[in-house]
C-alpha cells in the first residue's frame, strides 16, 4: 500500500506543476484595454493597497435606534445610493445564545437574531463562499465587525475604498450566481473561482479572475464571465490583448463576446431599447449592446458584435428581430460544446432544432459585414 501510495504522490509531483504551466499558459485571457487602467497605474493601485492585506473594515458605522438583539445591516454606496451587500455570512456565539450559529446576510443586506440582548459582539467576515473567493494575493479577505447588542447598526462600504471595492467584486460574484441559480442548474461549475482584488492587470487565467478596479461591475462581471465559459465548456479561448472594435480570431470573437455577453445578462434589463456598460473601455464607453456604433468591425470575429448577437437572442426588446429564447436554453444547448467560433454555434445551435430563420436574421442584423 505505502509503495503504491508514495508512486501515487511521486506522479503528482511530478506532474502537477507541468500541467498546471501549461494550462496558465494556455489560458491567460488578456484584457489590458477593459479598465482603462494601464500596467503602471495597476502597479500603484497593489503598491498603495498591499500593506493593508486581507484584514478589512467597514468603512463607517452608523447606529441607529435601540431594537431587540442583534439588528445588522451592510450597504455599499454607489453613486451615493446604499446598495445591500447580500451574503456575507460568520459564525458566532453571540453574547446571550448558548450556541455557535452561521450567519448571512439577506437581500437587503440585514443580519437579525433576537438573542443578543446586551453586551459587545466582534465577528469575522471571509470573504468566501463554496464556489467563488475574493482575495489579495493568495489570502480571502476578512472583514471585521464588531458593535452593541440591542442597536440598529448599519455598517457602510464607499465605492472606491480597498473593503469597497473588495465588497463590490463580492456583490457581481453573488448577483451573478444567483442569477444563474435563478435559470440554470450549476453543476457544471465545479471549481472555486477567485477574484484578485488589486492585480497588476485585468485577466482571467485558470479558475483566477485578476482585477484593477473592484466597482467596475461590467468589468468585473466580464472577467467572471470568462471563469463561467470555460468551466461550461462553452467554446475555446482567444489570446492576445484586443481592442474591443476591431476584428481578430474566431476564438477571440468568441470568447471575449460571450464573457460581455454574460456581463450584460447579469446586470441590464432584457427590455431595454439601448442597453449598454458604464465602465468597460473607457475609450469606447459607454459600450452599447443594442446599437453598436457602425464603424465597429462588421464580422463575425468582433467581441462587440458576436455580444450584440448574443444578447439579441435573449433579449426581449425588438429591433427588427423576434427571438426570445431564454440565457436558460441558451447555456443548456452550449454546454459542453467547445464551439469553434460564433458561426459554428450558431449551426449548431440549428441542428439541434433551433429556428433557424429567427436565427439567420439575427445574424443579419449584427454581422453587416459577413
Ligand atoms: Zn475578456
Redesign the pocket.
Known amino acids: 500500500m505505502q509503495t503504491q501510495a508514495s508512486k501515487i504522490i511521486a506522479l503528482l509531483v511530478f506532474s502537477i506543476p507541468f500541467i498546471s504551466s501549461t494550462y496558465a499558459q494556455f489560458l491567460r ?1 488578456d ?1 489590458s484595454e ?1 479598465s482603462g487602467i494601464n500596467a503602471a497605474q495597476a502597479k500603484e493601485i497593489m503598491n498603495q493597497h498591499f500593506h493593508s492585506g486581507n484584514l478589512l473594515k467597514p468603512d463607517r458605522v452608523l447606529e441607529g435606534v435601540q431594537v431587540q438583539g442583534l439588528a445588522i445591516q451592510f450597504v455599499r454606496l454607489v453613486k451615493g445610493h446604499e446598495v445591500p451587500v447580500e451574503g456575507l455570512s460568520f459564525k458566532a456565539q453571540l453574547p446571550g445564545s448558548t450556541s455557535y450559529n452561521a450567519y448571512r446576510s439577506d437581500e437587503a443586506g440585514v443580519i437579525r437574531d433576537a438573542k443578543c440582548e446586551s453586551g459587545n459582539y466582534s465577528v469575522s467576515i471571509t470573504l468566501q463562499s463554496v464556489r467563488y473567493q475574493v482575495s489579495v494575493g493568495n489570502a480571502p479577505y476578512e472583514i471585521h465587525v464588531s458593535g452593541k447588542c440591542g442597536v440598529a447598526q448599519k455598517f457602510i462600504f464607499e465605492e472606491t475604498t480597498p473593503a469597497g471595492q473588495a465588497v463590490a467584486v463580492w456583490q457581481t460574484a453573488v448577483k451573478a450566481e444567483k442569477k444563474l441559480l435563478k435559470e440554470a442548474s450549476l453543476a457544471f461549475w465545479k471549481r472555486q473561482i477567485t477574484f484578485i482584488w488589486p492585480a497588476n492587470g485585468d485577466y ?1 487565467s485558470s479558475d483566477t479572475v485578476h482585477l484593477t478596479l473592484g466597482y467596475q461591475w461590467d468589468v468585473v462581471t ?2 467572471m464571465g ?1 471563469a463561467i465559459y470555460d468551466q461550461a465548456n462553452i467554446g475555446v479561448f482567444g489570446g492576445g490583448s484586443h481592442k474591443i472594435d476591431e476584428c481578430y480570431s474566431d476564438a477571440l470573437g468568441l ?2 463576446g460571450w ?1 460581455s455577453f454574460f456581463s450584460a445578462w447579469v446586470h441590464l434589463n432584457l427590455r431595454d431599447p439601448d442597453a449598454r456598460f458604464e465602465y468597460m473601455v473607457p475609450r469606447r464607453a459607454p459600450i452599447q449592446i443594442e446599437n453598436v456604433p457602425t464603424d465597429v468591425c462588421g464580422k463575425s470575429q468582433s467581441e462587440w458584435r458576436v455580444m450584440s448577437f448574443l444578447w439579441d437572442i435573449v433579449d426581449l426588446h425588438d429591433d427588427g428581430e423576434t427571438m426570445e429564447e431564454t440565457f436558460l436554453h441558451l447555456l443548456k444547448d452550449t454546454l459542453g460544446m467547445h464551439a469553434s467560433s460564433i458561426k459554428s454555434m450558431k449551426q449548431r445551435l440549428i441542428q439541434k432544432g433551433w429556428d433557424s430563420g429567427k436565427l439567420e436574421l439575427i445574424w443579419k442584423l449584427n454581422f453587416p459585414a459577413e
Open positions: 485571457v484584457d477593459i482571467y466580464h472577467e470568462h470568447s471575449e464573457a
